[in-house]
């Protein structure tokens, strides 16, 4: 049974005690820029060219702006009122009072040229409070899937999401990945005892830690198989047309040692690994490997 600490409400105070770190962390490192780049380059060649957009479980907003600038109407959903009022003082000013009315000009942001709307609004992806049929493409980006330890949750949520969709819609989901996370934490040492149990289920939660002596350093998470996440979305109806990495073969970069490394190298030596990222991400190895995993799929 779950801990207290593994509930959804304690992935809502988490997150309100986040600051901009959910702002910053797309901006910041090789890893970071690859997993935005890679999945706004993914939604330029899959979305529709205007409509309504839902951000489920958008945090921060980063990609609400982006979405915005591209000339949708955004709806940015997130748990967290902390992260939701970080994406308004991104964005300018708007009331964030859940009843998604609250629409604020995007254009404060510098890149952004198109002036559309986001509304914020502050809800759960397990039951979205949004009417059916709604959306002409639907986002779930960078985890919020699996910040729900319960497998019933997680297959509501899809169910939400598809419900939300108008009838053959987009609906683009990013997961993270078991593989990466457990290649990651063997090479910056953390949690390594735990991670033959981890391995076995992918909950990287209170009950694995404890048993292990190591403390939560993140917040409750389940951690995808690629498989998993191709079974969950057809669960809900979707059909799954990609799965894709989007650190892939860089995904080592999440740890701070490696990091360094990438901080050294010339312009050019970056522009081939932003290739060789690209080139080998639709690998099912290399998806199932990223410490992200993204989802194309139809309603
Ligand atoms: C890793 S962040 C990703 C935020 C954003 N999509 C991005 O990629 O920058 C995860 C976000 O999911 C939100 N979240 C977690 N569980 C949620 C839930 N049940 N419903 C809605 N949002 C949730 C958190 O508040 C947080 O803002």
Redesign the pocket.
């Known amino acids: 049974m779950a801990d207290l600490r593994d509930t ?1 409400e304690e ?2 105070a988490f ?1 309100d005690e986040y600051g901009t770190d ?2 910053d ?2 901006a910041t490192g090789i890893d970071g820029a690859l997993e935005f780049s890679e999945t706004v380059d993914t939604l330029a060649s899959t979305l529709p060219s205007s409509g309504r957009v839902l ?6 907003g ?2 609400s702006r982006w979405l915005a600038a591209r000339g949708h109407d955004v709806t940015l ?4 009122r902390g ?1 939701l009022s970080v994406a308004v003082d991104r964005f300018g000013d708007a009331d964030i009072d859940g009843d998604g009315d609250s629409g604020v000009d995007a254009d404060t942001a510098a890149s952004v040229d198109t002036v559309s709307t986001v509304s914020p609004v502050q ?4 039951d979205l409070g949004l009417p059916a049929n709604t959306f002409d493409a639907v986002c ?5 899937l699996s ?2 330890l319960d497998e019933g949750d997680r297959v509501q ?1 899809v169910r939400e999401l598809r419900r939300v969709a108008k009838p053959n819609a987009q609906v683009v989901v ?1 997961v993270m990945g078991l593989l990466g996370a457990v290649q990651l934490y063997l090479l910056s040492g953390h949690n390594v005892a735990a991670l033959p149990n981890l391995l076995k289920h992918g909950d990287y939660d209170s009950a694995l830690l404890k048993r292990h002596g190591y403390e939560n350093e993140f917040t409750a998470t389940h951690f995808f198989r690629r498989d998993e996440l191709e079974s969950l979305l057809a669960t809900a109806g979707i059909q799954v047309e990609t799965v894709r990495g989007l650190e892939g073969l860089a995904s080592p970069f999440h740890a701070d040692h490696i990091q360094q490394v990438g901080g050294e190298l010339t312009d050019d030596e970056r522009q081939a690994l932003t290739d060789v990222v690209a080139r080998t991400n639709d690998d099912p190895i290399v998806a199932d490997l990223s410490i992200h995993m993204l989802a194309v799929g139809r309603a």
């Open positions: 959804i992935t809502q997150y959910e702002w962390r797309l951000d489920a479980g958008g945090g921060a980063r990609y959903l997130d748990l967290s992260q809800g759960s992806i397990t779930c980006l960078g985890g919020p910040h729900l949520a990013s």
